[in-house]
């Protein structure tokens, strides 16, 4: 008894395993007969870029049924390894690929496709508005740890941020510091946990993107600049970085097609605002991976 | 004759049956093995590429105190010591185990003994379904209420030592509970009523007689219990502050081997110096849930009461 039911069990197992399989091999010959290309397109890869990329594969997907596209996270660094070893057919990352530790820049071919622009925020308690720029280093590279040293209430200044080798984290220093060592402070690994902490912490700063600086957190200004749009396009607000999509070398048609998609004026002026990036089109200067702005 | 030959040296219906059933649970078996052999295989290779391919000390590694795999030290390598995240790893695993041990053999013992009716049936659940909460709901209630509540009694900022040991507390709680409510219920009847006869008070039976002849079984829950506190990533990673530095006291920012593991993965490229320590740090997990493996059969063989 206990046998046959074993048995039936295992028999309904591979009838179901071969139907699925055939469901699947004639899926597979539906769509390579429909359409020569590869119709499937993974990103992985930066988080800050995740959003955008997701609602554009949302968009896109519901224009052209025949490609299936599937945004992952993980990190820049992930985005850029998994590129490289070909496992992906596009790499998300937030920082160009000649600044990471291990990747061949020369294989990868760079899509920039939105700009983030990045600021200090403080806690809703500090009195500063405005700092220096090195001001702003003094305090994270620790030589200054008092707000009343730049013009503040005599409070500690509490520092969060970001992990080392994220993609926010390394605009920042690049910008910021400058070579200088960070110093070593608590390091948080979403926009999410910098913003809530810095929202609840008396005398705490650090930096976000755009996007994520809301009534609870206060952003400070530099050099009297601040922090909008407008300004990181002309460079005048120097914190702000590309968000690149990298390809292992050029890219196929059917991907190429989605890359247009998100560099069209549609997404650029549509999508792109609506979620906080600044569109590429709008940029009046270029950077390159070493840092070096020219007027376009 | 010849039937009766036949069937004598032929195999019977249930031989087959028993070859069946004994290839299945042998395929199984050995299919899990292979699975914890290619996981060894894997963090084993990643974790020791550290030593054998970028050529860092074992004792920098496990000495340090400075935390920077990008950046090149005074000794001319790389900044990667793990000392601060080993200690701050330990010890909120040991203070949550020690915090949690009292009050789950507390709840143990009064779902089992004092009151097995109200106690088994509705105090137990409700502790064994904080099991299944996940741990980012943890953290996030550490990061919303225990965080500021810390920094209001103690001052500083609210991140360290202390909070994770808080929470890792409340997520330990439950294993220890129930694998020491197990053991308690274990303990045979005939040793309650020995010692009831022998004119023991209940407190006298259950501290002298009980207590002790469960007591592997709660040192077993206990160690499972640290080997979770230890494993446990993402709701200390939301309040140990991550800073990789030596802590200073109870409310100071610092940093546990699993959540410098969560932080830094997805930032670091495969086959890096910043990405093999990463697995480093991993292997230094997967040895320590070795020993605590090894310690709960070693208390199972040694604990046990002579008869």
Same mark, same amino acid.
């Given at each position: ?8 069990? /295992?028999?309904?197992? &591979? ?33 800050? /870029? ?10 896109? #997907?519901?224009? %052209? ?31 160009? @690929?000649? #600044? ?62 970001? @992990? #080392?080798?994220?993609?926010?984290? @390394? ?14 402070? #608590? ?42 749009? &407008? ?12 968000? %690149? ?46 840092? &070096?702005?020219?007027?376009? | ?100 041990? !009292? ?6 013992? *009064?779902?089992?003994?004092?009151? !097995?009716? =109200? ?14 909460? !996940? ?18 009694? *103690? ?6 030592? +202390? ?7 409340? $997520? ?29 008070? =209940? ?12 007591? !592997? ?28 530095? $030596? ?13 410098? +593991? ?38 199972? =063989? ?6």
């Amino acid at each position: 008894m206990k046998k046959g039911k074993i048995f039936s069990a /295992l028999i309904a197992v &591979t009838i179901t395993g071969g139907l699925l399989a055939s469901c699947g091999s004639s899926n597979a010959k539906n769509a390579s007969s429909a359409k020569a290309s590869p119709t499937k397109i993974t990103a992985v890869g930066s988080t800050a /870029l995740q959003p955008l990329v997701e609602q554009a594969a949302k968009d896109y #997907q519901n224009k %052209h049924s025949n490609v299936t596209i599937n945004v992952q996270g993980g990190g820049s660094g992930t985005g850029l390894s998994q590129i490289q070893s070909g496992a992906v057919t596009i790499g998300n990352s937030d920082i160009f @690929a000649a #600044q990471q530790t291990g990747i061949t820049a020369s294989k990868l071919v760079d899509h920039r496709v939105a700009v983030v622009g990045m600021t200090p925020v403080v806690n809703r308690d500090v009195t500063v508005k405005n700092l220096t720029m090195a001001q702003l280093k003094a305090i994270f590279t620790g030589k200054v740890t008092n707000w009343k040293q730049v013009g503040g209430k005599d409070e500690k200044i509490n520092v969060v941020n970001r @992990a #080392q080798g994220s993609g926010t984290r @390394a605009t920042f220093e690049a910008a910021v510091l400058k070579g200088a060592k960070a110093l070593k402070a #608590q390091e948080q690994d979403s926009n999410g946990t910098v913003q809530k902490i810095v929202s609840s912490t008396p005398g705490t700063i650090s930096y976000l993107a755009f996007s994520y600086v809301n009534k609870n957190i206060k952003a400070l200004s530099i050099d009297n600049v601040k922090p909008t749009a &407008t300004n990181v396009t002309t460079n005048k607000w120097q914190i702000w970085s590309y968000e %690149h999509m990298y390809t292992k070398g050029q890219p196929n048609a059917a991907t190429q097609k989605f890359l247009n998609y998100i560099d069209s004026k549609q997404v650029q002026n549509g999508l792109v605002q609506k979620l906080g990036y600044i569109s590429v089109h709008d940029m009046q200067v270029t950077k390159n991976a070493a840092g &070096t702005v020219k007027q376009q | 004759m010849d039937r009766m030959k036949q069937n004598l040296h032929q195999a019977s219906k249930a031989s087959y049956q028993d070859y069946f059933g004994k290839s299945i649970s042998l395929f199984c078996a050995s299919l899990v093995g292979m699975l914890v052999v290619a996981i060894l295989y894997f963090v084993m290779t990643r974790g020791l590429a550290t030593f054998t391919q970028n050529h860092i000390s074992l004792r920098s590694f496990l000495l340090g105190q400075t935390w920077n795999p990008t950046q090149i030290g005074a000794n001319g390598q790389p900044e990667v010591g793990a000392l601060p995240m080993i200690v701050t790893s330990l010890a909120v695993t040991l203070l949550a185990a020690l915090l949690a041990t !009292p009050f789950a053999v507390g709840v143990a013992l *009064f779902v089992t003994e004092i009151a !097995p009716r =109200r106690g088994g049936q509705l105090l137990q659940p409700m502790i064994e379904l904080l099991v299944g909460i !996940p741990s980012v709901v943890y953290g996030f209630i550490g990061l919303s209420a225990l965080v500021p509540l810390m920094r209001h009694l *103690f001052g500083g900022t609210g991140f360290g030592i +202390l909070t994770g040991t808080l929470v890792l507390f409340v $997520m330990v709680l439950p294993t220890i509970t129930s694998l020491a409510s197990d053991s308690l219920r274990a303990v045979p009847l005939d040793y309650h009523s020995a010692a009831l006869a022998l004119g023991a008070t =209940r407190w006298q039976m259950l501290y002298k007689v009980v207590l002790r002849a469960a007591l !592997p079984g709660i040192l077993t829950a206990v160690i499972f219990g640290m080997a979770r506190a230890f494993g446990e990533a993402l709701a200390v990673q939301m309040v140990i502050g991550n800073a990789v530095l $030596m802590p200073k006291g109870w409310l100071t920012p610092t940093s546990t081997l699993t959540s410098q +593991l969560t932080t830094g993965i997805g930032n670091t490229t495969l086959g890096t110096l910043p990405n093999n320590v990463l697995w480093s740090l991993a292997l230094i997990l997967l040895v320590m849930s070795l020993f605590f493996n090894s310690l709960v059969r070693f208390i199972g =063989r040694r604990g046990r009461m002579q008869k």
